[in-house]
């Protein structure tokens, strides 16, 4: 499967006829900054680990923040994350060493213990313009590897299961070492579960003066 950040592979477990859980290659992983210091005036300064799993992401302890990972703290959450994404982006340029347009943190992971006995981590992660992930996120749970087994916490085929705000979980795994540039890096696979919600057909009519799509995007 084609992505912005490359092509991914994935293999499904089916039984019974029945997918059950699909495990992808992510891209290859790395950490960018591993402890990098930005001050957050609602609680102060703290570190924050910045690494790629498909996109760059702020990495922090929900700790830190002076927050539990938990539903009732949500606006909570997405505000910390909101402003801790804006100063991350003011203190330090981030770039891919070999797609150079990947070149901004866009997501932030604040992660915290987990109550679930199944799962090692558990997070909240958002993105966009405050949008919460319904999963631990795959690309977040690949940046999160890399995080891991650059401070020695991981081994090579080591399972790690990182649960979300809402309980759904991933199982990951790092498969081996690679390297970015000059970044050395990981290659992870993650393990998840999807359920099918609804079916969508597109038709193009030759009619349509839209046909092909749209973009206002150079006149922003």
């Given at each position: 499967m084609d992505t912005p950040a490359g092509l991914v592979k994935t293999q499904a477990k089916i039984s019974h006829d029945r997918v059950e859980e699909v495990t992808f290659q992510g891209v290859p992983s790395f950490v960018f900054k591993s402890g990098h210091k930005v001050l957050l005036p609602e609680v102060g300064e703290i570190n924050v680990d910045i690494a790629f799993g498909g996109n760059f992401f702020g990495i922090v302890l929900a700790k830190d923040l002076g927050i539990k990972v938990e539903r009732k703290n949500i606006s909570r959450l997405i505000y910390l994350g909101m402003r801790l994404r804006e100063e991350l982006n003011k203190s330090?340029?981030?770039?891919?060493?070999?797609n150079k347009y990947i070149n901004s943190i866009d997501s932030i992971e604040i992660y915290d213990s987990s109550t679930n006995s199944e799962a090692n981590l558990k997070n909240c992660v958002i993105f966009g313009k405050g949008q919460?992930?319904?999963s631990s996120c795959g690309t977040g749970?690949?940046?999160?590897?890399?995080?891991?087994?650059?401070?020695?916490?991981?081994?090579i085929n080591e399972e790690f299961v990182y649960e979300s705000i809402l309980g759904t979980k991933f199982k990951g795994h790092i498969d081996s070492e690679a390297k970015v540039g000059d970044f050395p890096a990981i290659i992870p696979k993650?393990?998840?579960s999807a359920y099918i919600t609804g079916l969508q057909q597109f038709v193009v009519d030759e009619n349509d003066p839209l046909r092909y799509g749209f973009t206002?995007?150079?006149h922003l």
């Open positions: 330090i340029k981030v770039i891919h060493p070999e919460v992930d319904r749970t690949s940046a999160k590897l890399a995080v891991l087994y650059s401070k020695g916490k991981i081994k993650i393990t998840g206002l995007k150079d």
